[in-house]
């Protein structure tokens, strides 16, 4: 709806615009004798009291000067309002857009149109150390919903003109702001200028989330690995813009996103860059030797115990076989039942309140297990192949989703053609990894620089004094 340039006409218009929320608020005010008349609107909770009332009420109030008779609103923007953030607009959809962000309309006799003006103060969580990311020696910040905040995080870190900001809008109906973020002459425009594109595309009627984004504008929306990273802390974001990276931030989400993303990077931690490369290595190999055992501890139990019993030492095989005479199922039915007895507990644990979620893990994990062994349903050593397979998953936090699918998918290999099955699981998984692109980048290839022949930050870390600034895009478009 336009306005049409009256002033008491266009606060009619205005008025039936915003309905009956009652969360609206106006104020007349007269200045200068009369002369200057004007009408502000804010949403109450969203605002600072103390901006309108100094920046606004009081130089309004208080003008006992000359007024314009024509481009009042300029006269105020430029003269006599005391906010750094002043904006006219005529757009009745980008008023009730700002209005509904915590901004102070202001109308004014003698000019049509309204300005926007810069008065948020709604309440946001403080920044802290995020749960998922905790460092020992590291900063102890983490994103925050605030986008702007979120910003000013990165910034602070960034103290160039080479940090490029682009801002868009998304969804039709929330209007939610999100940010790109890249380095010029480090990020490849090209890569830029791709997500660029896709984030313009996107048509939902909300985004609430950077993890909508995420499903979104990935290449393959049903694959198990991921092609965006995230994280939660603004210091891995900034190395992921030094290594060539994109960086997005959506409004009132806590994570950013990174692209490319390649699978080393699940088992890399903020931890590694605050304490010595040695740690750091040796950190790194445990979280991937704790992967391979998740996902292959039980299957090739059950595919020794089921298909290949003589390689096993015959004390041993004596052993569990007694074990496993009272037991009245198989090996691969007493795996598949324990696994997913784990997985819901484990879901139990994160879904309950935190007072008893710690709790109810453990005790629900030693009371189970114990009824079941000695009930006979399962034997003690399946209890223990499962619970190390279901403790080394927890280890790396990022792979939950797919060590639960690749888990299960190579125990019915394993339970259907003993090792053979499993050793053609693992080739199925590692061909398709050799297969995935992140943006244009292999999966399985070693970043820091798109260049893809950097290992200065793969399988291991190198000390910082040996690391050199990873690979840049020249101005032309190619590749050092």
Known sequence: MELCGSYEVDLKIFDRLLGKDPTIKHRDLEGAGGSLCCRIYFSDGMVSSQLIRDGIIVPVVEWDGAVPTEGILDWMALTLLGLPEVRRTADTDEMRSALSYGDTLLFARGQSGCLILGSKNFPCRSVSEPETEKVEKGPKEGFVEPLMLNLSMIKR????????????????????????????????????????????????????????????????????????????????????????????????????????????????????????????????????????????????????????????????????????????????????????????????????????????????????????VEASLVSPAMVIVVALSGVTGLITTELKDPIIFLRLGLLVLAGTAGLWGYIMGMALL????????????????????????????????????????GGRFRAEGGKE
């Open 430 to 469: 590692i061909g398709r990894l050799s297969t995935i692109e992140s943006w244009g980048v292999d999966y399985l290839s070693s970043m820091p620089g798109i260049s893809q022949g950097s290992h200065e930050d793969g399988i291991f870390r190198r000390p910082f004094a040996r690391m050199q600034k």
């Open 157 to 372: 870190r960034m103290r160039n003109g080479r940090l490029r900001i682009d801002t868009l809008t998304v969804g039709d109906l929330s209007g939610t702001s999100i940010c790109l973020l890249s380095l010029d002459g480090v990020t490849d425009p090209g890569l830029r200028e791709k997500i660029k594109g896709q984030l313009e595309g996107v048509k939902m009627d909300g985004i609430l989330s950077s993890n909508y984004l995420a499903e979104i504008i990935r290449p393959q929306p049903y694959a198990v690995f991921r092609r965006l990273g995230t994280t939660a802390r603004p210091d891995v974001a900034v190395s992921k813009l030094l290594e060539g990276r994109v960086v997005i931030l959506v409004d009132g989400s806590p994570q950013a996103l990174t692209a490319p993303f390649i699978f080393l990077e699940y088992f890399q931690s903020p931890e590694d860059y605050y304490v010595s490369w040695h740690y750091a290595v040796f950190s790194r190999t445990l979280r991937m030797a704790a992967f391979l055992l998740s996902i292959s501890l039980a299957p090739i139990y059950v595919a020794l115990l089921g298909f290949h019993p003589g390689t096993l030492p015959t004390r041993m095989l004596m052993d569990l076989a007694v074990m496993q005479q009272s037991a009245p199922f198989s090996f691969f039915t007493e795996a598949l039942i324990l696994l997913l007895a784990f997985d819901l507990l484990r879901e139990a644990g994160l879904r309950a309140p935190p007072s008893i979620g710690q709790t109810l893990s453990v005790v629900g994990a030693l009371v189970l297990g114990q009824s079941a």
